[in-house]
């Protein structure tokens, strides 16, 4: 199994950053010492779990030391044509004149950043114990959106998970929450809210999907709502280590898959008719297959591309993708190959076609992939169609396009010393990154 950590106790102590909220904070932030998080592997009680090292005792490239710009060309991948915006970058801009600035500080236990794309410029934060909180104008409101503790199981790889608001929410007030219940299973669920109303009456949960989880690990948890108007659903394998029940390749089963369902159809869910599994041969609800630990998805508001950080077993954190209007059905993979290296001792069948990550790391760089966002703002055009994504072990920041001639480069661009579990964007695209001991960061020009 994975790396995998003991502590006295999963609490993160919140770092208070100099300078307070609006200080820029770059490089020079003290690393924490890891914890358990989702996106992570801990022990579960089911199976026993071996302890390595913790991020401290790998040696770490300095600033200084980040490496030149690496293509990588997947084989096999889906065909692409890349959008105007990818097309016309042909080299990354100089990290050095942009920077990290701390937004704020105080959040307990953060694990997820969105906006509700309502015109109100408030951003969402999604703390795991199971409340959602309020950022308006750069400062944290003290009464939660929404406060579901008593029905969410926490921590470790377990608790709220994920946020998406639907495309319509500032018309029918609806929004998509993923947490495990205290039973630790998966939940999704719907609320609603009205446009007199600030905050949520919890009360108001339709629970609309509920998977049964084998072990306490590989949740996945992420939402979010696609250029297609569906709702995507990211789900881990199931847990313990090295998918013993086989999860990720049994298209019957909806752990370690991808999920995509149409939300518009009242109390329950649809069936999207090109879902590739409707016709049989699998679950109805399933887009892609293959997947480990999906821990952060995001479908490009422009193009309609989907990235997926999926954590790796022991060796490899990968980037998947698939473009635009691509049709579902493909597997990324896991557990035949971890990243673009075989893992499992029996090959994949001839009629099981595989496709790679389009860009791989190893221990050296870090131990917990997060998936990221592609930048579409307008503040750091500069930056416009570059996918960042992080590691949560090493504090590294990503950056990664696609070349005109269909190649990806990719490049280490920040040394943050933070515990990143996640990225996000404000209604206007830039884009922000969330630390784990509390606080909220956002990429600047200096």
């Known amino acids: 199994m994975k790396r995998l950590f003991v502590y006295a106790s999963i609490l993160m102590l919140v770092i208070s950053a100099c300078g307070g909220p609006g200080a820029e904070q770059t490089q020079n ?77 105080g959040l307990n236990q953060p694990i997820g950043l969105t906006n509700a794309g309502d015109g109100s410029g408030r951003l969402f934060a999604i703390e795991q114990l199971g409340l959602i909180r309020i950022i308006s104008d750069n400062n944290l409101l003290a009464e939660p959106f929404l406060d579901i503790r008593d029905r969410v199981s926490c ?47 919890p009360s108001r949960e339709v629970k609309l999907l509920t ?5 306490a690990n590989h949740n996945g948890g992420s939402l979010a709502f696609g250029t297609d108007g569906y709702l995507y659903i990211g789900l881990g394998d199931g847990g313990s280590g090295g998918d013993p029940l086989n999860n990720a390749q049994n298209t019957d089963v909806l752990l370690g898959k991808l999920l995509r369902l149409d939300v518009n159809q009242g109390d ?7 879902n590739p599994f409707v016709m049989g041969g699998g679950a109805a609800e399933v887009w892609v297959t293959g997947l480990r630990n999906p821990w952060r998805f ?34 990324f993979g896991w557990n035949y190959r971890e990243g673009a290296h075989a893992y499992s001792s029996s ?3 001839e009629n099981v076609p595989l496709v790679d990550p389009v860009t791989e790391y190893g221990r050296d760089q870090g131990y917990s992939v997060i998936g990221g966002l592609v930048y579409r703002g307008e503040q750091l055009p500069e930056w416009q169609g570059v996918y960042f994504y992080g590691d949560y072990g090493s504090g590294f920041i990503w950056g990664l396009f696609q070349a005109e001639d269909g190649s990806w480069q990719n490049l280490q661009l920040y040394q943050t010393g933070s515990n990143i579990t996640s990225f996000g964007e404000d209604e206007l695209g830039e884009i922000y990154y969330v630390d784990y001991g509390g606080s909220l960061f956002k990429l600047i020009k200096r």
Do not use: K, M
């Open 29 to 105: 932030i003290t690393q924490l010492s890891p914890t358990q998080f989702p996106g992570g592997d801990f022990p579960s009680t089911e199976s026993p779990v071996e302890e390595l090292p913790s991020p401290t005792d790998t040696p770490q490239p300095t600033v200084d030391e980040i490496p030149a710009v690496a293509t990588f060309s997947a084989s096999p991948s889906p065909s692409h044509t890349p959008t105007s915006e990818v097309q016309n970058l042909i080299q990354f801009p100089d990290s050095g004149i942009y920077a990290w600035e701390l937004v704020l500080s």
């Open 155 to 201: 921590c470790g790889e377990r608790g709220l998970l994920g946020l998406a608001f639907h495309p319509e929410f500032s018309q029918n007030g609806y929004f998509f929450v993923n947490y495990t219940d205290v039973n630790g299973n998966t939940t999704v669920s719907r609320f609603q809210v009205s446009a007199e109303e600030s905050f949520v009456d």
């Open 211 to 215: 998977v049964e989880q084998p072990f």
């Open 268 to 274: 329950s869910y649809a069936i999207p008719p090109d």
């Open 298 to 331: 995001s479908i490009d508001r422009s193009s309609g591309d989907l990235f997926i950080g999926d954590v790796g077993q022991g060796s490899w954190e990968e980037i998947d993708y698939l473009p635009g209007g691509s049709p579902g059905g493909v597997n």
């Open 347 to 349: 090959p994949p069948p």
